[in-house]
């Protein structure tokens, strides 16, 4: 795996403690975006679901940082724009998924459920 590090002559501390805790954060996400694609969600579905579920996030209060990194992974030997996700990250935009796509909606039906039992 490799890792993309950018150097710098002079750091800001605020700034260096902030690239720390999103760090810290990143290391906690267990999901990637992309990895919905394999589950019957085209780039296009992912990429709103995305922006829906941080707009959800931010509306609610939370930290988006928290539960959202963008990154860059390779699919097929293509490097592609994707999202690291915590757990509520990735619910979050499971929630806001085309419910169209059986995957989703039948996550959508078990969450309802779980909810009303």
């Avoid at 890792?3 to 990637?32: C, G, H, N, T, W």
């Avoid at 992974?73 to 999202?83: K, L, Y």
Wanted: hydrophobic fraction near 40%; include cysteine.
């Amino acid at each position: 795996m490799h890792e993309l590090l950018i150097y710098r002559k002079k750091y800001d501390p605020i700034e260096s403690i902030e690239d720390f805790v999103d760090m810290y954060y990143a290391s906690e996400m267990q999901y990637l975006a992309s990895d919905l694609l394999d589950n019957g969600l085209s780039p296009i579905h992912i990429r709103e679901a995305v922006r829906s579920a941080m707009t959800a996030c931010r509306n609610a209060g939370k930290e988006v940082r928290r539960h959202f990194s963008p990154v860059y992974t390779e699919q097929r030997g293509t490097v592609i724009n994707d999202c690291k996700l915590s757990k509520t990250g990735y619910g979050l935009v499971l929630m806001n998924a085309d419910p169209e796509v059986p995957f989703v909606a039948n996550w959508q039906l078990q969450v309802v459920k779980s909810f009303l039992d």
